[in-house]
């Protein structure tokens, strides 16, 4: 079981992911492989990331 130390952030971060450029996109309705699909999911779950990073660096201030 892998343990962190309390000042350290427990997850890897991720990149901030590159909005793609409008040409990228095909417009054929790829499903879940379309470019703004993956880049909106990469772009939820890093936004999400980074809310937690402040809130665990916050909760550092405090001790």
């Known amino acids: ?3 962190t130390q309390k ?3 427990p997850e890897a971060l ?3 992911p590159v909005p793609p450029e409008s040409w990228e996109c095909c417009g054929s309705e ?3 492989a379309c470019i703004l ?3 909106y999911r990469d772009k939820a779950e890093y ?3 980074q809310k937690r990073l402040r ?3 916050a ?3 405090h001790f």
Do not use: R
């Open 1 to 3: 079981m892998a343990t």
């Open 7 to 9: 000042n350290e952030f």
């Open 14 to 16: 991720l990149p901030q």
């Open 30 to 32: 790829c499903g879940d």
């Open 37 to 39: 699909t993956i880049y």
């Open 47 to 49: 936004d999400a990331q």
């Open 55 to 57: 809130e665990f660096l």
């Open 59 to 61: 909760q550092q201030e």
